[in-house]
C-alpha cells in the first residue's frame, strides 16, 4: 500500500506560478510511475503529466504543454509539478498518483492515489 501526500496548492493570480508536490509516506517512490491528473467542478478527472520511474520518460497533456513541468527527485522521494502562467480554467483539485507500470495516462492504470490539493487562479 502506497499512501501519498499531495502540498502546495492555493490562490494565485492568472499568470502566476504554483509548484505541487507529491511524496509518499513510509515508501520509496523508486519502481513507480507517478502522474499528475486534475478534477474541476462538474467535470471529469483528466490527465495533466506523469513521469516513469526509470528513464524520467514524460507524457503531457495537450492543454498543459509549455506551462506545466514533472520532476521527480528520488534523493528527496518527491516528484513535483510546477505550474506556470495559470489560467482560470486551470482551477481544480490536482491528485498525484502512483503506478507500478513504468509509465501511463489512463487513470484506470493507477492504484494509489492522494487526497488530492486545491488549486484555485482568480481572473
Known amino acids: 500500500q502506497v499512501q501519498l501526500v499531495e502540498s502546495g496548492g492555493g490562490l494565485v493570480q492568472t499568470g502566476g506560478s504554483l509548484r505541487l508536490s507529491c511524496a509518499p509516506s513510509?515508501?520509496?517512490?523508486?519502481?513507480?510511475?507517478v502522474g499528475w491528473f486534475r478534477q474541476a467542478p462538474g467535470k471529469e478527472r483528466e490527465f495533466v503529466r506523469c513521469i516513469s520511474w526509470s528513464d524520467d520518460r514524460i507524457y503531457y497533456a495537450g492543454s498543459v504543454k509549455g506551462r506545466f513541468t514533472i520532476s521527480r527527485d528520488n534523493v528527496e522521494n518527491t516528484v513535483y509539478l510546477q505550474m506556470n502562467s495559470l489560467k482560470p480554467e486551470d482551477t481544480a483539485v490536482y491528485y498525484c498518483?502512483?503506478?507500478?507500470?513504468?509509465?501511463?495516462?489512463?487513470?484506470?492504470?493507477?492504484?494509489?492515489w492522494g487526497q488530492g490539493t486545491q488549486v484555485t487562479v482568480s481572473s
Open positions: 513510509g515508501r520509496t517512490f523508486r519502481r513507480y510511475g
Open positions: 498518483a502512483a503506478t507500478r507500470n513504468l509509465i501511463a495516462t489512463p487513470s484506470s492504470q493507477y492504484a494509489y
